[in-house]
């Protein structure tokens, strides 16, 4: 069975960074890419970043580009998402998805989801 | 970058087929996927590759795509159907993935 565990978020003061972590089960972690999805409360799904199964490619929404890393060990089947200079706008539920596959591409989408973790951004 | 647009909500009587369409330019050029979203929970997936059923989604959920439209189609709905839906592609411009903006399902 899949399971993806993230943990990692609370409540952080503008300008500061946070490090969310994805404990990752059930599959072969090393064979699929990752992203992480963020949701406001009361909005809608946003996509925040990606990375392929080997780690060797990243990609980043652009409200995030240069403040965000993605990055994946996978010899500890975890996911990782650094966060510096948050803002007010950075708050949300972060979810942690498996992708259908190794790559990052066309045709990429999320076949599991874990139960996301709250991450607060206020003085 | 590219868009995707959904109706904020739509209302069917339980019984009855909810159609939820997904617009972008040249759509039925990329492949579309659909979350169903319900209260407090993470989203699940319903259709992947525009018309694709994952196990354990009922045959009821249905998907199509062509043109600038794709649409997401729930037959004989239920009250547990009630959710938020999101359809989904990749951006091969951008490197993006993009989601619509959502569509609450009301069953009246």
């Known amino acids: 069975e899949v399971q993806l565990l993230e943990s990692g978020g609370g409540l952080v003061q503008p300008g500061g960074s946070l490090r969310l972590s994805c404990a990752a089960s059930g599959f072969t972690f090393s064979s699929y890419a990752m992203s992480w999805v963020r949701q406001a409360p009361g909005k809608g799904l946003e996509w925040v970043s990606a990375i392929s199964g080997s780690g060797g490619s990243t990609y980043y929404a652009d409200s995030v580009k240069g403040r965000f890393t993605i990055s994946r060990d996978n010899s500890k089947n975890t996911l990782y998402l650094q966060m510096n200079s948050l803002r007010a706008e950075d708050t949300a539920v972060y979810y942690c998805a498996k992708a259908n596959g190794d790559y990052v591409g066309e045709g990429y989408y999320f076949d599991y989801w874990g139960q996301g973790t709250l991450v607060t951004v206020s003085s | 970058s590219y868009v995707l647009t959904q109706p904020p909500s739509v209302s069917v009587a339980p019984g009855k087929t909810a159609r939820i369409t997904c617009g972008g330019n040249?759509?039925?050029?990329?492949?579309v996927h659909w979350y169903q979203q319900k209260p407090g929970q993470a989203p699940v997936l319903v259709i992947y590759?525009?018309?694709d059923r994952p196990s354990g989604i009922p045959e009821r959920f249905s998907g199509s795509n062509s043109g600038n439209t794709a649409t997401l189609t729930i037959s004989r709905v239920e009250a547990g159907d009630e959710a938020d839906y999101y359809c989904q592609v990749w951006d091969s411009s951008s490197a993006h993935v993009v989601f619509g903006g959502g569509t609450k399902l009301t069953v009246l």
């Open positions: 590759y525009d018309s």
């Open positions: 040249n759509i039925g050029s990329k492949s």
